[in-house]
């Protein structure tokens, strides 16, 4: 439909910074053709283009009634439910965006597949923010298990166990961070932090120098300690 291109080329302007944008090409001119795109014919897609306008507009509670509207289209569900929890973080509702993760989870059964995988990872990021914790340990431990070959996720593994105080856990996820990745910077941070919270003072200050060295950021932080 012409309506819903001309409504996804103005939105693709107004979202990026350009000296030569026109400025009838705006977020409400984009969302005024999206509806009447959608007025013409109503497919799900237009109004899910309606939502993502919105959301750029910060009007995150129009935006996530679109969204929890189209779980019930021929939209992929989860990704629908994940659109609205973002809805719900960007307006501070945490709790709320939280229970929209767990919705987006629940489209997929175990043993998951990898689809589930961003999901998965939101709802841990976010279990770990508003104190979830074993939740958190329990998304994380899918992750690594679908996607075993990611040196990131073994970090951020590694960094959820040492929050909750699980020591030799996270040593051992640190350590197959280092074994995919060793020029990397993050296997090296979360070993010394682990060696240093086990009492290994030593060892532990020379991998968070070899992070340092590497071009961590947190590492001095650390070693200021």
């Known amino acids: 439909d012409a309506h819903y291109q001309y409504a996804q080329i103005m ?9 030569q944008a026109y400025e009838a090409w705006n977020l409400e001119h984009a969302l ?5 795109a959608y007025a013409a014919n109503t497919l799900s897609v237009y109004r899910q283009q309606q ?5 750029a507009q910060q009007k995150y509670d129009e935006a996530c009634n679109i969204y929890l509207e189209l779980t019930k289209s021929d939209l992929q569900t989860a990704e629908m439910y994940y659109a609205a929890s973002q809805c719900k973080v960007q307006a501070n509702d945490k709790k709320a965006a939280a229970l929209l993760l767990d919705s987006a989870v629940n489209q ?3 043993p998951y597949i990898k689809t589930a995988a961003p999901y998965l ?3 841990a990021q976010l279990s770990m923010e508003i104190r979830r914790f074993q939740l958190a340990i329990n998304d994380i431990n899918d992750l ?4 075993p070959g990611n040196p990131e996720l073994w970090a951020e593994k590694a960094s959820y166990e040492l ?3 699980l020591i030799d856990q996270a040593l051992e996820s640190a350590t197959e961070c280092l074994r995919l990745d060793p020029e990397g910077s993050d296997g090296y941070l979360m070993t010394g932090i682990a060696q240093c919270q086990k009492g290994n003072k030593e060892e532990g200050m020379k991998n968070l120098q070899k992070a340092k ?13």
């Open 51 to 55: 939502a993502q306008i919105l959301y």
């Open 32 to 36: 005024q053709e999206s509806k009447e």
């Open 108 to 110: 997929f059964t175990k």
């Open 121 to 123: 990872r939101a709802r």
């Open 144 to 147: 690594v298990a679908l996607v």
């Open 11 to 19: 939105f693709q302007k107004a979202i990026t910074p350009d000296d």
């Open 163 to 165: 929050r909750v105080n």
């Open 213 to 225: 060295e590497l071009g961590n950021d947190q590492a001095q932080t650390f070693i200021d300690k």
